[in-house]
């Protein structure tokens, strides 16, 4: 296994900030990973998965972690039965990668989320979503290791998830997934091509940027309320709220990770003085 140290974090987030891992660990199979949550609980450290980076956020300094990259668990194969498709994809398995399979095979239920910046299991462990659909619409089972380095494999009806969340945010490490998809009527190339179009219309994706920084609250959209309680654009340094999108932060040059906290902070205070509402984060800030 790979192990790399004192590496730039802000090259492990899609936002570019962060400081420097103390080290990084390149897990490349099953015993790789159960080594990592046995040294986890050994030294009391927590264990913290990284994929592409898009809903992580890293402070400013040093930082010692258990921080494990997903770069080489990219083993995927397609099984056919019937009308349906199962792909097996191991975490570090990307979103580009799906869709490419998608297009070629013409498989109905991924197109929704098919701009997603991610990797398969960062997407499921937060139920990544767009377009009304999220990914646990098309899973079929989970492997994962929990805290006492067990391989479990889970059926969706036995994993706890709901909209942005899975229970794999507090515990263990999704190692592989199963997703269960069909053949299609419809032109999925031609879908995905305008959901494309659609999110670079609306989205700040010329800059570095952590996706939607909010969750949505129930009734109402976290763009809007950052929008209508004057966010929209509003920066501190080379930290900002995206003048294309409220909820999107981007990074304009040389962003700080005090400011980034700091203008989260105003957000969230602003929001909850205008409208008593309590923003959730979607992204994950790691200090």
């Known amino acids: 296994m790979k192990i790399l140290e ?17 080290k990084v660990y390149f897990p490349e199979n099953l015993e790789d990973v159960v ?22 956020i890293f402070k400013d300094g040093f930082l010692d972690y258990i921080f494990v990259s997903t770069k080489y668990l990219k083993d995927l ?24 399979i998608v ?26 979503g767009a377009f009304g659909s999220e990914i646990f619409d098309i899973v079929e089972e989970v492997y994962w290791i929990n805290n006492k380095a067990e391989l479990i494999v889970s059926k969706k009806e036995n994993i706890r998830y709901s909209y942005r969340y899975s229970q ?28 494309l179009i659609e999110r670079n219309k609306k989205q ?24 209508k309680s004057g966010f929209k654009g509003k920066r501190i340094g080379d930290i900002g709220f995206s003048e294309k999108h409220a909820n999107f932060l981007v990074n ?18 602003k929001v909850k003085k205008e409208f008593n509402i309590n923003l959730k984060r979607e992204v994950r800030i790691i200090e």
Do not use: C, W
């Open 6 to 22: 004192n590496l730039r974090l802000s090259n492990f987030s899609t936002i570019k900030i962060g400081g420097v891992a103390k």
């Open 204 to 227: 700040p994706l010329n800059l570095p940027t952590t996706g939607s920084t909010y969750k949505n609250p129930e009734g109402s959209f976290a763009g809007y309320l950052l929008e």
């Open 168 to 195: 794999f945010q507090e515990e263990g490490f999704v190692y592989k997934v199963v997703l269960r998809l069909k053949k299609s009527n419809k032109d999925i190339s031609k879908i995905i091509r305008n959901h």
């Open 35 to 56: 080594y990592l949550i046995k040294l986890s609980q050994d030294t009391n450290k927590k264990l913290i998965p990284v994929g592409i980076g898009s809903n992580l």
């Open 103 to 128: 297009k070629k095979y013409n498989l109905e239920g991924f197109e929704n989320l098919s701009g997603i910046p991610a990797s398969i299991g960062g997407a499921v462990a937060m139920n990544a």
């Open 252 to 269: 304009y040059g040389d962003a700080k990770f005090k400011d980034l906290k700091k203008l989260l902070e105003l957000a969230e205070e």
């Open 77 to 100: 194969n397609l099984k056919q039965s019937g009308e349906y498709f199962y792909i097996n994809a191991q975490a570090g398995v990307s979103f580009k990668t799906l869709i490419n």
